[in-house]
T-cell receptor, first 114, second 110 residues
Framework: AQTVTQSQPEMSVQEAETVTLSCTYDTSENNYYLFWYKQPPSRQMILVIRQEAYKQQNATENRFSVNFQKAAKSFSLKISDSQLGDTAMYFC???????????FGEGTQLTVNP | DAGITQSPRHKVTETGTPVTLRCHQTENHRYMYWYRQDPGHGLRLIHY???????DKGEVSDGYSVSRSKTEDFLLTLESATSSQTSVYFC?????????FGPGTRLTVT
C-alpha cells in the first residue's frame, strides 16, 4: 500500500516571500501521479498542481511549482510571492493511475502573515 | 467547481440512527468517491464507485455502505451512526488524472 508523509504540521511565511512544503511517499509503482490540494477555511478542496511521474519536468502553475525527485520519492511544493489568500491547509496526494483512488498525507497548515 | 453537490451540508444526529449522505454530479463522470476527513489523518477513502452498481471498499469502510443506481448519484449510508463517525465527509469525482471535490458535509453524531 502507498503511504504519503507530510512532516511539517504547521508552517508560516511572510507575505511576498517564498515557502516550500515537503512531501514524501512510498510506492513500488513506476508510473503514478502526485498532487497538491489546498483547503482554505471554507473547507473546499482545491487542486493546485499535479505531476505525472514519467515526466521529468517539474510542473508549474503560476506562483506554484513542484520539485519532484522520483528516486528520492520526494514531491515538494514551492509557493512564490506568498499572498494572504494562500493561508490554508495543504495536502499532498498520490494516485496510481488516472482515475484511481488517492492516498493523502496528513496535511500542512500554512499561514501567510502580513 | 466540476458540478458536484452534497446534501445535507450539515447534520446532527443521535447514536444508533441511520444517516444517508448524497453526492450528485452533473457531468456523467464514471468514477466517484467518498472520503472522510479527521484531524491528523488527512482524507481517507471510505468507498468508491467505478460505474452504476459497481462499488468497492476503501481503507475505512467499516460501518458504511454505498449505492449508485444512477450515474449522477452516489449515496453513503451509515446504518447505525456512532460517535466515531463524527467527521467531515467529502465526495469526489475523477476527471482525468486528478479528483475534484464537493463542498463537504459536516456530520456530528451525539
Amino acid at each position: 500500500a502507498q503511504t504519503v508523509t507530510q512532516s511539517q504540521p504547521e508552517m508560516s511565511v511572510q507575505e511576498a516571500e517564498t515557502v516550500t512544503l515537503s512531501c514524501t511517499y512510498d510506492t513500488s509503482e513506476n508510473n503514478y501521479y502526485l498532487f497538491w490540494y489546498k483547503q482554505p477555511p471554507s473547507r473546499q478542496m482545491i487542486l493546485v498542481i499535479r505531476q505525472e511521474a514519467y515526466k521529468q519536468q517539474n510542473a508549474t502553475e503560476n506562483r506554484f511549482s513542484v520539485n519532484f525527485q522520483k528516486a528520492a520519492k520526494s514531491f515538494s511544493l514551492k509557493i512564490s510571492d506568498s499572498q494572504l489568500g494562500d493561508t490554508a491547509m495543504y495536502f499532498c496526494a498520490f494516485g496510481e493511475t488516472s482515475g484511481s483512488r488517492l492516498t493523502f498525507g496528513e496535511g500542512t497548515q500554512l499561514t501567510v502573515n502580513p | 467547481d466540476a458540478g458536484i453537490t452534497q446534501s445535507p451540508r450539515h447534520k446532527v444526529t443521535e447514536t444508533g440512527t441511520p444517516v444517508t449522505l448524497r453526492c450528485h454530479q452533473t457531468e456523467n463522470h464514471r468514477y466517484m468517491y467518498w472520503y472522510r476527513q479527521d484531524p491528523g489523518h488527512g482524507l481517507r477513502l471510505i468507498h468508491y464507485s467505478y460505474g452504476v452498481k459497481d462499488t468497492d471498499k476503501g481503507e475505512v469502510s467499516d460501518g458504511y455502505s454505498v449505492s449508485r443506481s444512477k450515474t449522477e448519484d452516489f449515496l453513503l449510508t451509515l446504518e447505525s451512526a456512532t460517535s466515531s463517525q463524527t467527521s467531515v465527509y467529502f465526495c469526489a469525482i475523477s476527471v482525468g488524472p486528478g479528483q475534484y471535490f464537493g463542498p463537504g458535509t459536516r456530520l456530528t453524531v451525539t
